[in-house]
């Protein structure tokens, strides 16, 4: 089965609020994390990453969280614009081979 | 930077024909590439591991021959379906990480939308 998973797979949300989406990963070898964004019909959008050592990253309206302790990891995106609206895909990475195990995804929609 | 582009982004095709993708690394030296199937309303599933110079890895239940990848150089890898039929129907998204990096960042392409009649 899936190393990766995502706890709900709809989301949403009123435009303007904060999202937030999680992650349940169950390799707890895995060093590196990466939250993608896929539109309708496009390939999947890097948005942040976070490696093992750290528990918190944030970029531009977007902060990663890392539990390991409960491997658990989550995104927060702030101000929640329609163009947020995408399915949201956290990988973790095996760090043998560089491979990435996806969760199922969770569908944002944000709503006017 | 880091530019993944896919070719054709589109292609229907009849059963029994071959279809060939093109994934290329258009700013960056890719050593790997991976290629993923997706199907609708699902998560990406990797299919194989494509290496610069060197034979594919394919994952458990791909089968290697009907899914022929290339890997040539060090921004181009072809995967060919062959024989297609129509379960073969997905969208291929190829990914590719940097040479010279230990990142282990995957940049994705735009898919290719296969439909075999």
């Known amino acids: 089965g899936e190393s990766v998973g995502l706890h709900l797979p709809t989301l949403s949300v009123q435009e303007g609020d904060n999202s937030i989406i999680n992650c349940a990963y169950s390799?707890?070898?895995?060093?590196?994390f990466i939250w993608y964004k896929q539109e309708s019909g496009k390939g999947p959008q890097f948005i942040i990453d976070i490696r093992s050592n750290m528990d918190k990253r944030q970029g531009q309206r977007v902060t990663v969280l890392l539990n390991k302790t409960v491997k658990h990891l989550s995104l927060q995106i702030a101000a929640t614009q329609p163009g947020d609206s995408a399915v949201y895909f956290c990988?973790?990475?095996?760090?043998?081979?560089?491979?990435?195990?996806f969760g199922a995804g969770t569908t944002v929609t944000v709503r006017a | 930077g880091a530019v993944v582009s896919q070719h054709p982004s589109r292609v229907i095709c009849k059963s029994g024909t071959s279809v060939k993708i093109e994934c290329r690394s258009l700013d960056f030296q890719a050593t790997t590439m991976f290629w993923y199937r997706q199907f609708p309303k699902k998560s990406l599933m990797l299919m194989a591991t494509?290496?610069?110079?060197?034979?594919?890895?394919?994952e458990q239940g791909v089968e290697k021959d009907k899914f022929l990848i290339n890997h040539a150089s060090l921004t181009l890898s072809t995967l060919t379906v062959t024989s297609a039929h129509p379960e073969d129907s997905s969208f291929y998204i190829c990914?590719?990480?940097?040479?010279?990096?230990?990142?282990?960042?995957?940049?994705f392409g735009p898919g290719t939308r296969l439909l075999v009649l």
């Open positions: 390799n707890s070898a895995s060093d590196y």
């Open positions: 990988a973790e990475n095996s760090p043998n081979d560089y491979k990435l195990s």
């Open positions: 494509s290496n610069e110079g060197s034979k594919a890895t394919y």
């Open positions: 990914s590719a990480r940097s040479r010279g990096t230990s990142s282990e960042t995957q940049y």
